[in-house]
T-cell receptor, first 111, second 113 residues
Framework: EDKVVQSPLSLVVHEGDTVTLNCSYE??????LLWYKQEKKAPTFLFML????IEKKSGRLSSILDKKELFSILNITATQTGDSAIYLC???????????FGTGTQLKVEL | DGGITQSPKYLFRKEGQNVTLSCEQN?????MYWYRQDPGQGLRLIYY???????QKGDIAEGYSVSREKKESFPLTVTSAQKNPTAFYLC????????????FGQGTRLTVV
């Protein structure tokens, strides 16, 4: 059975802190790993990673994939209250773009 | 604007009734998905469809049914056989080929009383 595990489950930090969110996976026929941010309803896409060791960056957010160790991290630097959300990790497996999601990490950024 | 639309946003039903959740997309995407989200459990795949008139069961298909008669539409029926239907339901779509992101609708919160 495909499995995606995220840690920590929840996290409270202060504005300006740097956070690292983890995602490990055990799946057959790995295609890609995706990160989403879910603030209220619809998850919004952040990154898609397919190759090991290549960092993807968007502003204060960055992510990297290690296909040998089967994990990915999402880094957020200089956190702001607007970063408060659930961060979801998903792995694309097999054909048809089937995505298997982790449980998510609930991040709260306080003033 | 292109996007994916779910309706209604909130739905209340009595136990034992079937209910259908709507999902429409105008992104010309081939693949569509239904997920269920419960607190602390992330998103779990109910059904997915790669092409019109074809769909496959996901991890938690029992008590649900779908149809894919049109490319744009992928309705989900929550039947009375679903033992714990109260949840937040998310529909998504993605274009083929593989390794493309999925776009999500705003979700439907179903409460069965």
């Amino acid at each position: 059975e495909d499995k995606v595990v995220q840690s920590p489950l929840s996290l409270v930090v202060h504005e300006g802190d740097t956070v690292t969110l983890n995602c490990s996976y055990e799946v057959t026929n790995f295609r890609s790993l995706l990160w989403y941010k879910q603030e209220k309803k619809a998850p919004t896409f952040l990154f898609m990673l397919t190759s090991s060791g290549i960092e993807k960056k968007s502003g204060r957010l960055s992510s990297i994939l290690d296909k040998k160790e089967l994990f990915s991290i999402l880094n957020i630097t200089a956190t702001q209250t607007g970063d408060s959300a659930i961060y979801l990790c998903a792995v694309g497996v097999g054909g048809g773009n089937k995505l298997t999601f982790g449980t998510g990490t609930q991040l709260k950024v306080e003033l | 604007d292109g996007g994916i639309t779910q309706s209604p946003k909130y739905l209340f039903r009595k136990e034992g009734q079937n209910v259908t959740l709507s999902c429409e997309q105008n992104l010309n995407h081939d693949a569509m998905y239904w997920y269920r989200q419960d607190p602390g459990q992330g998103l779990r795949l109910i059904y997915y469809s790669q092409i019109v008139n074809d769909f496959q069961k996901g991890d938690i298909a029992e008590g649900y049914s779908v149809s894919r008669e049109k490319k744009e539409s992928f309705p989900l029926t929550v039947t009375s056989a679903q033992k714990n239907p109260t949840a937040f339901y998310l529909c998504a779509s993605s274009r083929e080929p593989m390794n493309t992101e999925a776009f999500f609708g705003q979700g439907t919160r179903l409460t069965v009383v």
